[in-house]
């Protein structure tokens, strides 16, 4: 059975910086691109970031780009995502998604983990 | 980007009913969009992939139409279970995008 658990979420300033976290069991972790999909509270999904198998290769969102970097170790089968000047509008709920095949396709989710940015 | 048009925003609909929603992208997208329901307080779960095809251990009652611009997703005959919201996402380019969301409730 896939499992995907985020973690890392938390309150922070406006301006500060958070590591998210997703460990993955019950898949190849090292065979599948990987993803960071976020939900604000009450409102709708936004892709954030996919990541290629081997790691070289890594895609953003408009709203994140220079701000957030997504990473794997894949000898850990961990996800991560690194965000920085962290702003308001990027509290949100996120999820570790795996990529179906390179298509961006999200076919497991994990529960997501808050992160709050409020002064 | 490709912007992702749902309709309606609200649909509100009785056991038994078949419903449908419709999604919308800004340029075409061929067949590379997928269909997603989410229940309260749960993590989306992918029902269709390609426009078209389902994914596995999704019921027969869902399917999905379309290709280029104009996409629907169908339930045939609305099971309780089934009262959630539903989004559309294409995958054809970055980034990937996703619909407002359908709000399926109980009429």
């Known amino acids: 059975e896939v499992q995907l658990v985020e973690s890392g979420g938390g309150l922070v300033q406006p301006g500060g910086s958070l590591t998210l976290s997703c460990a993955a069991s019950?898949?190849?972790?090292?065979?599948?691109?990987m993803s960071w999909v976020r939900q604000a509270p009450g409102k709708g999904l936004e892709w954030v970031a996919n990541i290629k198998p081997d790691g070289s290769d890594v895609y953003y969102g408009d709203s994140v780009k220079g701000r957030f970097t997504i990473s794997r170790d894949n000898t850990k089968n961990s996800l991560y995502l690194q965000m920085n000047s962290l702003r308001a509008q990027d509290t949100a709920v996120y999820h570790c998604a795996r990529i179906r095949y390179s298509d961006s396709i999200f076919d497991y989710w994990g529960q997501g983990t808050l992160v709050t940015v409020s002064s | 980007d490709i912007q992702m048009t749902q309709s309606p925003s609200t649909l509100s609909a009785s056991v038994g009913d078949r419903v449908t929603i419709t999604c919308r992208a800004s340029q075409s997208i061929s067949n590379w969009l997928a269909w997603y329901q989410q229940k309260p307080g749960k993590v989306p779960k992918l029902l269709i992939y390609e426009a078209s095809s389902l994914e596995s251990g999704v019921p027969s009652r869902f399917s999905g139409s379309g290709s280029g611009t104009e996409f629907t997703f169908t339930i045939s005959s609305l099971q309780p279970e089934d009262f959630a919201t539903y989004y559309c996402q294409q995958s054809h380019s970055y980034p990937a995008t996703f619909g407002q969301g359908t709000r399926l409730e109980i009429k």
């Open positions: 019950g898949l190849i972790f090292s065979s599948h691109w």
